[in-house]
Structures are given as C-alpha cells and as structure tokens.
C-alpha cells in the first residue's frame, strides 16, 4: 500500500512539474491581456527564452547568469512586440504571429551548435525529504526554486491586481485606456511595462524547460506551449488562480499520454501526442459556449490599439 501511495506522490509531482512552464506563461500573459494588449508571440518568446538560458548556462556555468538571461531574453524579443504595436500601432494579431515565426527560426540558428550537449544539473531543495516521506515527499521537496516560484506566482498576481494601485491602473488601461489616460494614467507606459513583464515570464517558462524539465536543447522543445498558456488565459476567463488549476489538468493530460505510450497501448502515437492540444480544442468550445461570462470577463479594450491625440 506505501508503494501505491509512495507512487500516486510521485505522479502528482511529474503533473506539477509538467504545469510549471504553462503557469509561468500564462501568468505573464495575463498582465499582458488585462492592459489590452494581445501577445500572440507566447511560443516565441518561450523558445527564445529555452535557446538563451541553455546557451548561457553551457558557455558561463553559471546557473543565475543563464535564468536572468533567458528572462532578459524574453524582455529584448517582448520588447521589439511592443514598439511595433505601441509605438507604431501595428495589429496585434499579425505582430504575435511573426514574432513567434521569428522566434522558432532564430532559436534554431542559435542552437544548431548546442544540439546534444547535456545540461547542467540544476539544485534542488530537501532532495532527501523527497524520497523519504512517502506521498507528500516527491510533491513537496526535491524541486528548483522556479518550481516553487511557479506556484507562488498565481496567488502573487491575484494579489497584484485586487489589492494593489498599480495593479488596479493595469485593469483600468485594459478596460478603458481613453477614461484612465484622462485620469493622468501613462497608457503607454503601463503597456509597456506588462508586455516587457509577460516576455520576461515568457523566457523563463522555456529556460525551466532547456535547464530543469529536459536539460537539453532540443529543436521546437516548447512543443506549443505557448499556444496552450494563451488558451489558459482564455480557459481561466483571465483569473491567475484559475490558470494553477488549468495548467495542473493540462500537465496531467502530458504525463497521462506519456504513461499510456509507456505501457505500450494500441493507440497512435501520434493521437497521444496530439492530446494536450485536442483537450486544448475542446476546452476552448465549451468555454465559448458561454459567451457571457467571456465578454464579462475579457478586458474591453484587449488587442485594440490607442493613440492620444496631443
């Protein structure tokens, strides 16, 4: 019976480690979304974050060099998004999707030479505890202190944008940039600051998967990820507690097919692979069902652009 129990704990543990990239993510996102911009560049700027963070820990050695590189990373490639849509007031939409093409090729011709090269071993908290107490050890200990940011992170951005002045300010520009500008609010300038925020989440959602998950760097590693973060931020009608239980059942459904790969079932690999997104697909249409409660909870002026006439 331990052993039953010893192993649902270790399950458990490879779901939350699963989720960790997709919480990071889709947290960025959602500050980036609840001031009215739309990001589409989420896989983008995760790849470029994975290339960035492994690269730097291989050539330097050292492990915080390469974390606040992949997040810098993420802020260069999030800030090029914004001055295009900002400053130069280009679609949203058109812009996210060139800067995740532009992500995946750049991230190739920086990796092509680190192919193959094994990570690092990145440290972890109470490794011992971990296999010593049975079920909640594998959950509670033996992990990286982006793991445990990870799960903090929610519970920090709901209180940031409940209980906080900045945070309030980010709401107003995303529900109504014309009515906070004339309160004296910097629209500009609060954007800017969430898209920098959201690339800077971004990039080390994909330096926890080059470094920590898979410490390795594997061509188009982020396997979509991005593209499910930004279906959490819809999935968890932009609620960042949601989005923890969101990414929980998501990591569940990839540890599921890769078990069922495991124990060699008669289903295409390739429907296993393409759970996660199916699930991703479903999600959306029953969500969209309710169209109410997503026009409620959608910021107003999400991917419209705003210009002040000086």
Known sequence: MSFDISFIGVVIASIMASSVPLILAASGELITERSGVLNLGVEGMMIIGAISGFALMIVTGNLFIAIIGSM????????IFGFLTQTLLTNHVATGLALTIFGIGMSAMLG????????????????????????????????????YFAFILPFLTNYFLKKTKIGLMVRAVGDSPDSASNQGINVNLVRYLCILYGGAMCGLAGAYLSMIYTPQWIENMTGGRGWIALALVVFSTWNPIKILIGAMIFGGITI??????????????????ALPYIMTIIVLVVISRDSRKIKLSTPSSLGKSFYKEK
Not at 72 to 79: C, D, E, L, R
């Open 72 to 79: 810098f990373a993420g802020v260069i490639i999030s800030t």
């Open 112 to 147: 092509k030479n680190f192919v193959g090269i094994p990570g690092k071993e990145f440290p972890v908290f109470f490794d011992n505890l971990s296999e010593s107490i049975p079920f909640f050890g594998p959950i509670l200990f033996g992990h990286s202190i982006v793991f």
């Open 256 to 273: 599921l097919q890769l078990h069922m790969q495991a124990l060699g079932l008669r289903i295409p690999v390739q429907f296993l692979s």
